[in-house]
């Protein structure tokens, strides 16, 4: 079939492939009808109702679409209705990413499973002999290209009965460098086949790679010169490099971002950002390569549910994520390529939707950008970060929603006696005062009742008011010891894994542990780094130390009076009166610390957080700190509060 190009765009489709005002008007079986209401969809969007009739032609296609307008479909729909139930595997479609796969795969199971048809999802992570007994049932594979050479290196899977083979975010596949491996794959494929690529983008590399497999192709141009989704705005945040930090916590603080993706470039920093907005309440999952896949599949589990308030992500998450909820997304740290922005961005303003893509915009990316308004003609809008005043509107009115939830969640309180007292305080000198004492009487008040869980959660979580960023709690994000620090892998499998602050610590699989408020009291009283008081005397080092215990051992005493009327609380599993916690990490000294640390560095920096540590041994960080400061061979990494690092001899 001789190439031809359709140009169109999601506003303007053309007369030809989108005149088509219901799916009942592309003749499609019945069955596929039913499944195709069973999902949801109610009309066409122009990228299916370009794609699907020439696809049901049996004729080759290179398809362009923006981000979110249901590409996965467009091509899942049509494809469904060629294979025959029950026979051998008849169409293999590969993805660039695990999560993609599985998203391609849930797509071709919705709209064939009704007719018999088999789909499995292939990829790594996982165990591949399942994979190659559900392969022998299966007419339908949608594979990563390493698990799949992987099957055929085994002469595990049979492509001789082949009919459509297809590639979905070729774009993404080639700058991830599957480009052999796809060429490796194609030349087991038969030649008498039906190939499909559909892309995001369509530049030079790609039409070249293209090239190499798919022949006499009918062209579908659907983003005419708008890659991205025209449903997103995109604001940019001009920022200093070593201030990101500060600048992500003026957008989530003020509400502008209210949940969504929060895009990093590296492993680490995944880790660093996710355990930073966990500090401020949220509830936070961390995606990453890093991690298993079944742990994977619980932070995206846990996402699709709304679960999350937000996702910190590497590019992993820039693909295969359809959340239709996604608000926002937050590039923390600027893509290097061009390409994986649109990708990155595509995650929001999905399914009839709008959203917003907020970038933090260091000098080096400014060249980022510059490409993109000139090539993908991507409309950048300067934004200011929110003021401290914006911050603290919002993190109170974010504090009173909960407070109001809270007050009267079954409908009982009879509260119209109380209207002229409520009167009485607006209208007083002092009103403003009074009223913010009954507010901090019955926060304070809540954390001692029995409530049900949702509401409990929402009157004692406390959210940080301050609208000052203690960079030296924080650390700059310049390149430094914190940032090179192992993550435990075990931590991966374990339950919890992508739940808030309460629920276990979102993304990392934390166990959950009651809060500590005295750690966070001595930080914001600004405790003294050990770092910065290297060259006290010892004397006066003790001295400080011993008021610290004082002034905790107080708060110990005042809290234990105020509560003795409540339940006891039975102690953590390993507890010990003498403080000695016994658990996978023995007990806590500050030798045991030490040489913790030195086993899981890898030869890396020898660098560990408290968090981290309180983890491994079952105690809480207060403990950890009370501990490592008591021992000369440990000292605070300079600049960061609560990571722990081993000195070597010679310092």
Aim: charged content about 30%; hydrophobic content about 35%.
């Amino acid at each position: 079939m001789p190439n031809v190009s359709v140009p169109s765009s999601v506003g303007d489709p053309t007369e030809e492939y989108m005149s088509e005002e219901s799916f009942d008007a592309l003749g499609l079986m019945p069955e596929t009808l039913d499944a195709i209401e069973n999902a949801g969809y109610t009309k066409p969007t122009p990228v299916q109702a370009a794609a699907i009739p020439v696809i049901r032609t049996g004729a080759n296609v290179i398809a362009q679409a923006q981000t979110g307008t249901g590409k996965t479909a467009a091509f899942a729909i049509p494809v469904s209705e060629l294979i025959v139930a029950e026979g051998p595997l008849q169409a293999l479609f590969l993805a660039p990413t695990r999560e993609l796969a599985r998203q391609v795969a849930a797509e071709f199971e919705r709209m064939s499973a009704a007719r018999g048809v088999n789909t499995i999802p292939i990829y790594g992570g996982v165990s591949i002999e399942n994979q190659v007994r559900d392969l022998k049932t299966a007419q339908i594979a949608v594979a990563t290209p390493g698990r799949l050479l992987d099957l055929i290196n085994r002469k595990a899977i049979k492509l001789g009965d082949l009919k459509v083979f297809g590639l979905d975010e070729a774009d993404e596949m080639l700058s991830m460098g599957f480009e052999p491996d796809v060429l490796e794959i194609e030349r087991n494929l038969p030649e008498n086949r039906q190939t499909l690529l559909f892309s995001a983008t369509i530049t030079h590399d790609v039409a070249r790679f293209a090239g190499n497999f798919v022949k006499d192709a009918v062209e579908l141009d659907l983003s005419s010169d708008a890659v991205a989704a025209i449903s997103v705005t995109h604001l940019k945040y001009e920022i200093e490099e070593n201030k990101r930090r500060a600048a992500l916590l003026a957008i989530i603080r003020s509400g502008v971002a209210p949940g969504g993706i929060v895009f990093c470039n590296t492993r680490v920093e995944t880790f660093v950002v996710g355990e930073l907005l966990e500090r401020e309440g949220y509830r936070v999952g961390v995606l990453n390569g890093e991690l298993a896949q079944n742990a994977r599949e619980r932070v995206l589990s846990t996402l699709r549910k709304k679960e999350l308030d937000y996702l910190v992500a590497t590019d992993i998450a820039a693909r295969g994520i359809d959340v239709s909820w996604l608000p926002a997304v937050i590039n923390y740290e600027m893509p290097d390529s061009p390409e994986v922005y649109v990708h990155r961005t595509g995650r929001t303003g999905r399914a009839g939707n709008v959203g917003t893509a907020h970038s933090l915009v260091g000098p080096t990316d400014v060249h980022v950008v510059h490409y993109l308004e000139k090539f993908f003609e991507i409309r950048f809008e300067p934004a200011t970060l929110p003021t401290r005043a914006d911050q603290t509107r919002a993190l109170a009115d974010r504090r009173l929603g909960y407070v109001l939830d809270g007050l009267d969640a079954g409908g009982e309180l009879e509260y119209g006696e109380h209207i002229v007292i409520a009167r009485r305080l607006a209208d007083s000198e002092d009103g403003l005062r009074d009223i913010a004492r009954l507010i901090a009487f019955y926060d304070a008040n809540t954390t001692r009742v029995a409530a049900p869980a949702a509401v409990e959660e929402k009157a004692t979580d406390k959210y940080v008011l301050s609208t000052d960023v203690d960079e030296d709690e924080l650390g700059e994000d310049e390149p430094s010891e914190g940032d090179a620090q192992p993550r435990p892998t075990e931590i991966e499998d374990e339950p919890g894994h992508g739940r808030g602050r309460r629920g276990g610590r979102g993304g990392r699989g934390g166990r959950e542990r009651a809060p500590e408020p005295e750690e966070k009291i001595d930080t914001a009283a600004g405790a003294p780094d050990d770092d910065s008081a290297a060259t006290d005397q010892a004397p006066e080092k003790e001295e400080k130390r011993s008021r610290r215990r004082t002034r905790r051992s107080k708060r110990d005493d005042d809290a234990t009076e105020q509560t003795d009327d409540r339940p006891k609380q039975a102690p953590k599993a390993g507890a010990d009166p003498a403080r000695a916690k016994k658990s996978s990490g023995g007990e806590l000294s500050g030798q045991a610390i030490a040489d913790w640390i030195q086993e899981t560095s890898n030869g890396r920096v020898k660098l560990r957080s408290a968090r981290a540590i309180a983890d491994h041994f079952g105690c809480t960080t207060e403990e950890v700190n009370d501990t490592a400061r008591d021992f000369d061979g440990l000292d605070r990494a300079r600049g960061r509060r609560n990571m722990w690092r081993v000195v070597d001899g010679n310092e």
